[in-house]
């Protein structure tokens, strides 16, 4: 399994970024694919999660409402939205992913490398 981040950057707050986990080596119609980040100094928090089978998605108090997580099956892609972004969005944002259960169940054993947002005010 491989996952690859990518489109983060700088951006003021307020502004929106999208941010796409492109995955390989595993059969792309039954997984959960989490979002999560980690700012410094801080424990890596969840963000968000997305369940192929049913297309739930379930999202941290802080983001609900700003972020939306969303899929391509058919490109392998899922992808954060992050619009009304503020400086305590920076971090580094990471997929992962768990090919075999939804996300009430995750056991995220496959890991990004990681993409950084920062929000400047």
């Known amino acids: 399994v491989q996952l690859v981040e990518s489109g983060g950057g700088l951006v003021q707050a307020g502004g929106s970024l999208r941010l796409s986990c492109a995955a390989s080596?595993?059969?792309?119609?039954?997984?959960?694919i989490g979002w999560f980040r980690q700012a410094p100094g801080k424990e890596r928090e969840g963000v968000s999660c997305i369940t192929s089978s049913d297309g739930s998605t379930y999202y941290v108090d802080s983001v609900k409402g700003r972020f939306t997580t969303s899929s391509d099956n058919a490109k392998n892609l899922v992808y954060l939205q992050m619009n009304s972004l503020k400086p305590e969005d920076t971090a580094v944002y990471y997929c992962?992913?768990?090919?075999?259960?939804?996300?009430?169940?995750?056991?995220?054993?496959?890991w990004g490398q990681g993409t950084q947002v920062t929000v400047s005010s």
């Open positions: 080596g595993f059969t792309f119609d039954d997984y959960a």
């Open positions: 992962a992913a768990d090919e075999e259960r939804p996300c009430s169940a995750a056991d995220f054993g496959s």
